[in-house]
């Protein structure tokens, strides 16, 4: 019986877990302090408008968008997973050197506008429409 | 109750218990994830439009076909102390396309302008078919639960009364087993709790059938062993007796313990004989006119009883001639009758019916019925005291009814007590 | 007349050498098989008791070696084995009777006359006593050589006291002779004194010199006057 009761109790979190709201603002503060510590480092100067926690069934993302229409995406611990700045160029020092020396390489006038990664690839987006795909080891591996 | 309707019932319960939870969950994932998938468009549309409205680019058609629609307004001090940042809810929206109100869901978004403003993206999508979708999945998965109890139970208890068979075939082994008359167990099984409950079983019954030879042979042996003593036993107080210098009253003593020791012998011999017939000695067999011994029997025991005044009526409605042991057969009938005779009352009667395949005496006597339970049993007296009764008559009926395969019945009908001896 | 009794319970082999002599016959005993075989082969003897029930051996054998010596003799077998089969196979081996235990002496007696008389009179078998002779198979009796007439009743009890003379015969072991074997543990002898009442009247009224006696606590007994 006591059993049983565990059983449904552990049942019923899951089902209001599942149920509770799926984006949640938040404060600045309320950040991962490494998430925290990138925003002051690249975007010292511009305006949250919007931060949210993302909580789905087997994850926890946040993501603060600004004023000036930028998004910033983190993962749990606060290591950011994609920088989108709609059409301006993303602040410098995001984009990983390697990359930003291949892109500059195959295309000396674009800029990288959004970047995105995960365990396996980083994905980049110029402002000419150009999309690259890099591996783990910023070896350019698609163009889009 | 059976086994099978016990596990049965004892599934059902729970099983109907976990399957209520599980559908319940799954209905609640199922239509969390409904909304969950609306909630994630609404998300990113609203994302797309606050971006774009803060870039400054032009924001799309409110109406573009999609039957999303949204605005934006600014926020007083007011509303945005009250207002949550992010809000979710379900409301009747009038819908342009469909001109009438249709339930849809609502995401409002509060988001900071960089001049320190707020305001207030409402974002809205139509859900007219959540509510059947969501009790479509509600009947599917009902009807569904539903055949999955039946079947699993189905195949429960068609799988359980497969593997029982073995535990059945043994109870039906028990049932018919009588002692002495062993019959083979054929209740192969590669179950090892049912090989198990085989091998007991069989040295049960070995044990059982063991300790009733024991038995049988004690009692023929015992007897056996006693003819001798009692023999010289009897023969000297015969030798005594022939003593002419006895005087009266040491005759008389003499008398009384030859009397005794009569007895004793022919308890004896009753017992012999009885274990004899259990121990199937009474092999030959012969076509037996019933009929002929019964009026033999009568005659006899008419002569023998003449003092007692009771009054014997035959009826004789057909002739029975068995294939028996003929000395088993004469033994039958002169038990049966003399324990007529001997437990009637005075001026009594004895009423025999005779026909083809039983043979049936009833007589007057005690007014209550006997212990059907003991009757048969060696050394049962209903009435203690009674003399010349060894109480050993109706086990010896019983015991040649069953070596001649003949069945033997007591009834008290009508202040009668009543023997029917039937094939 | 000798007879040889071969017992090997020394108890009953007294009794019955005892009762034997009593009956002045010359008697012999042998308590095993080696014994009664090394006497058997000596001597002959008119009447053996055999008791198949011996410590070194089967006392049918006994019989059999008997047989093969093809020495005269009558021979009862005594055994506490009262089975149809010992019965026959007893029988069938040559024995002229077989007599199970327990017995009464009045029994034993008659038997061991009923065989001598056999042997000796080949088919002549009248049995007598006083003034009176019977036939067992024709059932006939003679007073003073006249035939008389008996009921079936009254010549079965005549017979039974005349092969046991002068012994206490008791109503238990008439009802069990004469009313058969299911006859022995009725509740009462009534009937078996009603049948003697009335044969003592015919043996009165017929001229005999017999008489059957009342033995007080016991029985009857069958005298010459």
Not at chain 2, 38 to 55: F, G, K, M, N, P
Not at chain 2, 255 to 273: H, S, V, Y
Not at chain 3, 161 to 177: C, D, G, T, W, Y
């Amino acid at each position: 019986m006591k059993k049983m009761i565990l059983f449904l109790a552990c049942v019923f979190t899951l089902v209001a877990n599942v149920s509770a709201d799926n984006y949640q603002p938040i404060t600045r503060d309320q950040l991962p302090q490494k998430a925290q510590t990138f925003l002051t480092t690249y975007f010292a100067d511009a305006k949250i408008s919007l931060a949210r926690k993302e909580i789905d069934v087997m994850e926890l993302s946040y993501d603060v968008i600004f004023t000036n229409g930028c998004k910033v995406e983190f993962d749990r611990k606060g290591n950011w997973t994609e920088v989108d700045c709609v059409s301006t160029a993303l602040p410098i020092g995001i984009v990983p050197s390697a990359i930003e020396s291949t892109i500059k390489a195959h295309y000396p006038d674009a800029k990288a506008i959004k970047i995105e990664r995960d365990h396996r690839e980083y994905d980049v987006k110029l402002n000419n429409r150009v999309e690259l795909t890099f591996n783990k080891k910023m070896q350019l591996v698609d163009i889009d | 109750m059976k086994l099978t309707t016990h596990a049965i019932r004892s599934l059902i319960a729970p099983l109907a218990l976990i399957f209520t939870i599980w559908a319940t969950v799954f209905y609640f994932i199922l239509s969390d994830e409904l909304i969950d998938e609306v909630d994630d468009q609404l998300e990113v549309y609203s994302e797309q439009i606050i971006r774009q409205w803060l870039a400054g680019e032009t924001l799309p058609d409110s109406t573009d076909g999609s039957n999303n629609t949204y605005y934006i307004r600014p926020l007083s001090s007011t509303e945005l102390s009250m207002g949550k940042r992010v809000e979710y809810e379900f409301k009747n929206v009038y819908i342009d396309s469909r001109r009438e109100e249709e339930p849809a869901r609502v995401m409002h978004t509060i988001f900071e302008h960089n001049d320190g403003s707020h305001w207030k993206l409402t974002v809205m999508t139509p859900v007219y078919e959540r509510n059947e979708v969501i009790s479509t999945i509600l009947i599917a998965t009902l009807i569904l639960l539903v055949l999955m109890l039946v079947a699993i139970i189905a195949t429960f208890a068609w799988a359980f009364f497969k593997h029982m068979q073995p535990l059945y075939r043994v109870l039906d082994h028990l049932d018919n087993y009588a002692i002495g008359k062993r019959q083979p167990l054929n209740n192969d099984t590669n179950v090892t709790e049912f090989q198990r409950l085989n091998a007991s079983v069989e040295d049960c019954i070995d044990r059982v059938e063991r300790a009733y030879e024991r038995e049988r042979r004690f009692i023929g042996d015992a007897a056996h062993e006693l003819q001798t003593p009692l023999a010289i036993c009897q023969n000297r107080i015969e030798m005594m007796m022939e003593d002419d210098a006895l005087t009266e009253q040491q005759m008389i003593e003499l008398g009384k313990m030859q009397q005794t020791m009569a007895e004793l012998i022919r308890l004896n011999k009753t017992l012999l004989f009885l274990s004899k017939i259990e121990n199937n000695q009474f092999i030959e067999s012969t076509e037996v006119d019933v009929n002929a011994k019964l009026h033999r029997q009568i005659e006899m025991l008419a002569e023998v009883y003449e003092a007692k005044g009771i009054y014997v009526n035959l009826y004789e409605k057909g002739q029975w001639t068995l294939n028996a042991n003929e000395e088993l057969i004469t033994s039958l009938i002169s038990n049966l009758m003399r324990n007529a005779y001997l437990h009637n009352c005075p001026e009594g009667s004895i009423d025999i019916y005779i026909k083809e395949g039983a043979l049936c005496v009833a007589n007057t006597g005690d007014n209550q019925p006997l212990d059907k339970e003991k009757l048969f049993d060696r050394f049962y007296k209903a009435h203690h005291g009674k003399k010349h009764s060894n109480g050993l008559g109706l086990s010896i009926v019983k015991a040649i009814c069953e070596a001649s395969h003949l069945n033997i019945t007591y009834s008290f009908e009508g202040d009668k007590h009543l023997f029917s001896v039937f094939c | 007349m000798k007879i040889l009794i071969i017992e090997d319970d020394l108890s009953f082999q007294e009794i019955l050498r005892k009762t034997l002599e009593k009956e002045r016959y010359i008697v012999e005993v042998a308590p095993d098989y080696r014994t009664g075989l090394t006497k058997l082969s000596d001597y002959t003897y008119d009447c053996i008791l055999l008791d198949i029930n011996l410590p070194d051996g089967n006392g049918l054998n006994l019989l059999r070696e008997l047989k093969e010596m093809k020495k005269t003799g009558s021979l009862i077998i005594i055994s506490a084995r009262d089975t149809i089969e010992d019965k026959v196979e007893g029988l069938d081996l040559g024995a002229d009777d077989y007599l199970p235990k327990p017995f009464h002496l009045a029994e034993l007696l008659s038997r061991i006359k009923s065989v001598l008389r056999r042997s000796n009179h080949g088919g002549e078998q009248l049995i007598g006593y006083g003034n009176v002779k019977a036939n067992p198979h024709s059932f006939d009796v003679w007073v003073d050589d006249t035939k008389v007439d008996l009921t079936r009743k009254e010549f079965d009890l005549l017979l039974y006291f005349l092969q046991r003379p002068n012994r206490i015969v008791s109503k238990s072991m008439l009802a069990e002779a004469i009313w058969g074997d299911h006859f022995d543990d009725v509740d009462n002898y009534d009937f078996v004194y009603a049948q003697i009442k009335n044969l003592r009247k015919r043996l009165t009224t017929l001229n005999t010199n017999i008489e059957i006696v009342a033995v007080y606590g016991m029985g009857y007994k069958l005298v010459m006057n």
